[in-house]
C-alpha cells in the first residue's frame, strides 16, 4: 500500500510569502506529527494530532506557523510572511493508533522549504 | 525533559568492518529507544525499537542495539559493513507509557560513510 507523502518535495519561496505544506497520511492512521528538520541537524517536532485534534502544538517556533487536519487524515503545516530561519525539511509522520509509543512513526520523503 | 547525544557526526568504516554509532540519552525514567536510518532525499525508516524486555534488540538489514540503562546508552552496532549501509542514522526517545502519543525527540544525526 501506499506510504507516507508529502507534496510539494521542494518549495522555493521568497521571503514574506506565505507557504501551504501537503501531507497525506497511511490511510487509517490515527496519530500525524510534523516535525522540521535544519539542515545537519537532526529533526524537531512541531506538532502532533489524533485524528482532527491538535493536541500538541508546543514545539511551532512561532505564531506564523499553524497546521490543521480539518477531517482527520490530510494535513496542512502553513508558514506565514516565510523568514530565512524557516529554511528547512519539513517531515509528516503518521502512526496507526496511540496509547504509548510502540506504534511505529511512518515518515513521508519531506518538503525541503527554501527562503530566499 | 528528554535529550539524546550522539556521539560523532561522522563515522568512517571499511566494507566487512564493524559498526558501532553511540546514543546517550537523558531521561527521568527509562524511555522507548528507536534508531532510524536516513537515505538521501528519503524519510526515515525505522531501523529497530526497544520498549521493554529484553535488552538485545534485533532489527532489519543486521543491525541490533543494547540497552544499558546503567549507561543510559542505546548503540547501534552491525558486526559486517555493507555498502548499502552508507546514510544518516538517528537516535530517538520517547515517552514511556499509555499516555504517551508517541511523540519523538531526535539526536544530531550521525552520517555513516563506507570505503571498499
Known amino acids: 500500500g501506499a506510504g507516507v507523502s508529502q507534496s510539494p518535495r521542494y518549495k522555493v519561496a521568497k521571503r514574506g510569502q506565505d507557504v501551504a505544506l501537503r501531507c497525506d497520511p497511511i490511510?487509517?492512521?490515527?496519530?500525524l506529527f510534523w516535525y522540521q528538520q535544519a539542515l545537519g541537524q537532526g529533526p524537531e517536532f512541531l506538532t502532533y494530532?489524533?485524528?482532527?485534534?491538535?493536541?500538541?502544538k508546543s514545539g511551532l517556533p512561532s505564531d506564523r506557523f499553524f497546521a490543521e487536519r480539518p477531517e482527520g487524515s490530510v494535513s496542512t503545516l502553513k508558514i506565514q510572511r516565510t523568514q530565512q530561519e524557516d529554511s528547512a525539511v519539513y517531515l509528516c509522520?503518521?502512526?496507526?493508533?496511540?496509547?504509548?509509543?510502540?506504534?511505529?512513526?511512518?515518515f513521508g520523503p519531506g518538503t525541503r522549504l527554501t527562503v530566499t | 525533559a528528554q535529550s539524546v547525544t550522539q556521539l560523532g557526526s561522522h563515522v568512517s568504516v571499511s566494507e566487512g568492518a564493524l559498526v558501532l554509532l553511540r546514543c546517550n540519552y537523558s531521561?527521568?525514567?527509562?524511555?522507548?529507544l528507536f534508531w532510524y536510518v536516513q537515505y538521501p532525499n528519503q524519510g526515515l525508516q525505522l531501523l529497530l525499537k526497544?520498549?521493554?524486555?529484553?535488552?538485545l534488540v534485533k532489527g532489519i538489514n543486521g543491525f541490533e542495539a543494547e540497552f544499558k540503562k546503567s549507561e543510559t546508552s542505546f548503540h547501534l552496532t552491525k558486526p559486517s559493513a555493507h555498502m548499502s549501509d552508507a546514510a544518516e542514522y538517528f537516535c530517538?526517545?520517547?515517552?514511556?507509557?499509555?499516555?504517551?502519543?508517541?511523540?519523538?525527540?531526535f539526536g544530531q544525526g550521525t552520517i555513516l560513510t563506507v570505503h571498499p
Open positions: 509522520a503518521s502512526s496507526l493508533a496511540v496509547g504509548g509509543a510502540i506504534y511505529e512513526q511512518y
Open positions: 490511510s487509517g492512521h490515527v496519530s
Open positions: 494530532f489524533q485524528n482532527e485534534a491538535q493536541l500538541d
Open positions: 531521561s527521568s525514567v527509562p524511555p522507548y
Open positions: 526497544y520498549t521493554t524486555g529484553a535488552t
Open positions: 530517538a526517545v520517547s515517552m514511556a507509557g499509555g499516555t504517551s502519543y508517541g511523540k519523538l525527540t
